[in-house]
């Protein structure tokens, strides 16, 4: 065991603030990493004051790492000492149940998320990325194409890939319309993914505040949900919906913008759960759904996309004191796009 520094939070009315935890020796299977950036995540936020009522404390959140390998088990082949790697949101799952086996290890019957998870010996706490160091069984551990930077590329190992899946999944591309509600962490990623996915991609924001970075991040065409207008002129428009946003929305008037077979897909999760009639389902074969980030294989499959396409997020670099007044910033939207926070300013 090592004693390293972090920041984290005893319980969930405490700001978060300096602590020290242990890291496990690396073993024949393990990459241990110094880790240099880790993105700020809204679900930090979630979780950190157990706003899902599912919280583990002490808590260390952090599951957009990004740094460099210091020592590799007797078993790793595929990262040596000096790989720029990266670590998302799972750090170890069962193995064996059917969605790990095709790839799709997020939806385990046992996940080890990267913290607020209990490891595999249901005993010791996972702890994340706004520490020093962590050790990552090598299957878990994502390499970083080079032609990107660690800070920006931090919050693909989250952001990147919660968008990346959905997108990837119900195929958009060329010849397909593709709506983004809301232009913040996740939203500005899906323009990018999406742009490049060479799909035409409108941003449904709720004033036109965004449209000039919306345009930027490769938006073809911005709407104001806050004009009644914008539901009549896209009614029955899109192929694709992609929901970022995590407050209470009329889902019914949003699918109405959807073509005969659409979907719209959910990623953020609201508090309060939105009330659903089934006509805009039933009448367009419509279709609402989930998802959740994406498995290992397809998580390396978005870096090396990202790193073909010159994809990497907005970020705001902060020194790790400055998480608490981050986290009051993600809450009122005030960040474009994504914190990022310089774990050197911890060491």
């Known amino acids: ?8 939070t005893p319980e969930a009315n405490k700001p978060l603030g300096p602590v020290q935890i242990n890291r496990r020796d690396p073993g024949v299977e393990d990459v241990a990493i110094d880790i240099a950036y880790c993105g700020v995540c809204h679900s930090d936020i979630h979780q950190a004051r157990n706003e899902w009522g599912n919280s583990l404390y002490p808590m260390v959140p952090g599951h957009e790492i990004t740094g460099t390998v210091t020592r590799v088990g007797l078993n790793v082949k595929r990262f040596k000492v000096g790989d720029k790697v990266g670590v998302g949101c799972l750090v170890d799952s069962c193995r064996q149940c059917p969605d790990c086996r095709e790839g799709l290890e997020q939806f385990c019957v046992r996940p080890v998320f990267t913290y607020n998870s209990l490891e595999k010996d249901n005993k010791t706490l996972a702890q994340g990325g706004y520490s020093t160091k962590i050790v990552v069984h090598q299957d878990f ?3 970083i ?24 999944h119900w195929k958009a591309g060329p010849g397909k319309r593709v709506a983004v509600i809301g232009l913040g962490g996740l939203g500005h990623m899906a323009v990018k993914i999406a742009h490049a996915m060479k799909a035409e991609v409108t941003v449904l924001t709720r004033t036109l505040d965004k449209k000039d970075d919306a345009k930027r991040l490769g938006a073809d065409q911005v709407y104001a949900t806050s004009d009644p207008e914008t539901f009549n002129k896209l009614s029955r428009y899109f192929d694709l919906i992609i929901n970022t946003v995590s407050v209470k929305l009329d889902w019914g008037q949003y699918l ?3 073509k005969r077979d659409g979907s719209m897909v959910l990623l953020g999760v609201p508090s309060d759960a939105p009330e659903l009639h089934a006509f805009p389902l039933i009448m367009g074969r419509r279709s609402l759904a989930g998802s959740l980030i994406g498995g290992i294989k397809e998580t390396q499959e978005m870096l090396d996309f990202c790193g073909k396409h010159n994809i990497t997020s907005d970020i705001e670099l902060i020194p790790i004191n400055k998480i608490n007044e981050a986290f009051e910033r993600v809450v009122k939207s005030q960040v474009k796009y994504r ?7 911890l060491k």
Not at 1 to 8: F, N, R, S, T, V
Not at 148 to 165: E, F, M, Q, V
């Open 141 to 143: 551990v994502l390499r």
């Open 339 to 345: 914190f990022v926070v310089d774990i050197a300013s």
């Open 145 to 168: 194409p080079d032609n990107l930077p660690l800070d920006k590329a931090a919050p693909l190992l989250c952001a990147g890939i919660t968008t990346y899946s959905p997108l990837h």
């Open 256 to 258: 109405g913008l959807l």
């Open 1 to 8: 065991m090592e004693q390293i520094k972090a920041y984290g």
